[in-house]
């Protein structure tokens, strides 16, 4: 009966937005990620924006890195499908998530610029393996907790299991990019795992190994360990896209489906072990060495302003700029220590929405906040605290900023390392604490807590913002 209930509310609310963006006529693609939907749409001018934001179930509509982002809260997947209920019942065919089309794919690259381009595509691929990754980093927490209080031994089956299942996503990462990479760029997925396996090849892995040098046709291929990159792969894929279409333009068509696959593997994967793997490589070491270099700097300042700014950044979409020096970070050095300093980000929400819950006396904004500041703090999901009750009367975001920033600094000075992208909850505190500056960490979170309940409980809100509101 819930069941039943729950789809006939989203379906109601899925129509008004269906019909807010204008219609399958105006959408060119559909995705949803933690919590929000993430439209592509024709003419972002043609969307009824302001009426979107007023909807009961939208905490926000955002546009942000050539997406319209309608913002619903954890609940999203529900309402992404009652979407697609709603596309599917005007007869149009309504693709799934991890559909690719092709046709639209270029035309919007082509529209957007710069930034907005940048951001598009890097949230493109990697939005969807982010659960795998979040799965696979908090395994691999807890395989380092449990062997660094003795409750497991490294030299175990048990371990050795468990530690493939938590690193094998790690180190086959350019294969799992290879398919994303391949859906944005508009690139035949199988030739583009072709490519991402030839990077990871047993073979020339053990060479690379045993320092071995080889050549291909006289010339020199640097061998370089691929396992965990992601530029390398990324980068191949995108050239391989412009060599597919350049192929299939000149290729008669009673031959291209054989010749285009073959001529592609033939030509990409020399040019990926040769010139495009240690460019992109050099290139990737390169912005390690200058971001550890400029945060060992200055760690304290460093950690302060990337713990004030990812909160804003998340706000606008705009933290997947950062996620590509965090991934290079980890396959460069095998750590990271960007993500550590934002650590206070979920307490902080969270703790900024529980004042808000104990404090006011509305019924609808007691609900709502109590239920947000546990999704921030439990959860791991900030979007609703910051969206329906932080970012809404403004103090409580900016000291929630404040107290994030703190804690920040904390990190900075211990610099603090994630072996693995991790998500960070109450749940996962104990995995955390015990990682190296593992402690700093955990009192970053409790600063960042304490600070933005007690400074929104005394001074960040009173019922007399709802009249404002």
Same mark, same amino acid.
């Given at each position: 009966?819930?069941d039943?209930?729950n ?8 129509? @008004? ?20 939907? &993430?439209?592509?749409? &024709? ?11 007023? @909807? ?9 890195g ?5 913002i ?14 709603? &596309? ?7 693709p ?22 940048l ?21 691999k927490?807890?395989?380092?907790m449990c062997?660094?209080l003795?409750?497991m ?7 050795a ?5 938590a690193?094998?996503?790690?180190y086959f ?6 398919v ?5 760029f508009g690139?035949?997925?199988s ?8 990077? =990871?090849?047993?073979? =020339? ?61 033939a030509?990409?994967? %020399?040019?990926? =072990?040769?010139?495009?793997? %240690? ?7 390169s ?7 400029? /945060? ?9 302003i ?11 979409? *705009? ?29 902080a929400?969270?703790?900024a *929405?529980?004042a808000?819950?104990?404090? !006011? ?25 910051? /969206?329906?009750?932080?970012l ?10 404040a ?19 991790? @998500?960070?909850?109450?749940? !996962?505190? %104990? ?9 700093s ?15 929104t409980?005394?001074?960040g ?9």
């Amino acid at each position: 009966m819930a069941d039943k209930q729950n789809v006939r509310d989203y379906s109601t609310l899925a129509k @008004t937005i269906y019909d807010g963006v204008g219609g399958e006529e105006n959408i060119q693609s559909l995705t949803h990620c933690m919590t929000r939907l &993430r439209f592509v749409l &024709r003419d972002e001018s043609v969307a009824e924006t302001e009426k979107l934001k007023k @909807t009961e179930g939208v905490l926000n509509v955002l546009q942000s890195g050539g997406q319209y982002q309608v913002i619903v809260g954890t609940h999203v997947e529900h309402v992404f499908n009652a979407v697609e209920n709603v &596309r599917g019942s005007k007869g149009q065919a309504a693709p799934s998530q991890n559909e690719n089309n092709e046709k639209s794919e270029q035309p919007e690259q082509n529209e957007k610029k710069g930034l907005s381009l940048l951001l598009d595509t890097i949230s493109s691929i990697f939005l969807p393996i982010m659960a795998g990754m979040m799965g696979a980093g908090i395994l691999k927490g807890i395989l380092v907790m449990c062997t660094t209080l003795g409750w497991m031994s490294t030299e175990s089956g048990t371990y050795a299991v468990l530690y493939a299942a938590a690193d094998a996503f790690f180190y086959f990462l350019p294969v799992i990019l290879a398919v994303t990479s391949a859906k944005k760029f508009g690139a035949n997925q199988s030739v583009a795992l072709a490519i991402a396996g030839a990077f =990871l090849y047993p073979n =020339l892995v053990a060479l690379q190994a045993a320092g071995s040098s080889i050549s291909f046709i006289g010339i020199p291929v640097k061998l370089i360990n691929y396992g965990s990159s992601v530029i390398p792969v990324i980068a191949a894929v995108y050239i391989l896209s412009k060599l597919e279409k350049f192929l299939n333009k000149i290729m008669p068509q009673l031959i291209k489906g054989i010749f285009v696959p073959v001529l592609c593997i033939a030509i990409m994967v %020399p040019a990926s =072990l040769i010139a495009i793997g %240690p460019v992109t490589s050099l290139l990737g070491d390169s912005v390690a060495a200058g971001y550890t270099a400029l /945060y060992e700097f200055m760690p304290a300042v460093a950690g302060l302003i990337l713990a004030v700014l990812w909160p804003i950044l998340v706000i606008f979409g *705009a933290h997947w700029g950062l996620v590509p020096i965090v991934m290079n970070n980890f396959a460069v050095y095998g750590y990271d220590t960007l993500l550590p300093v934002t650590i206070g980000t979920n307490f902080a929400m969270g703790g900024a *929405a529980l004042a808000v819950f104990l404090k !006011t006396k509305n019924r609808t904004l007691k609900e709502f906040a109590g239920s947000s500041s546990f999704s921030a703090i439990v959860g791991g999901v900030t979007e609703p605290a910051i /969206y329906g009750v932080n970012l809404k009367y403004k103090k409580p975001f900016y000291i929630a900023c404040a107290s994030i920033g703190l804690g920040g600094i904390i990190v900075g000075l211990a610099s603090a390392q994630y072996p693995a992208m991790f @998500t960070v909850s109450a749940l !996962t505190l %104990p995995a955390i604490a015990v990682l190296k500056g593992g402690i700093s960490m955990l009192i970053a979170a409790i600063v960042g807590f304490v600070g933005a309940f007690v400074g929104t409980y005394l001074f960040g809100y009173n019922d007399r913002m709802l009249d404002e509101n």
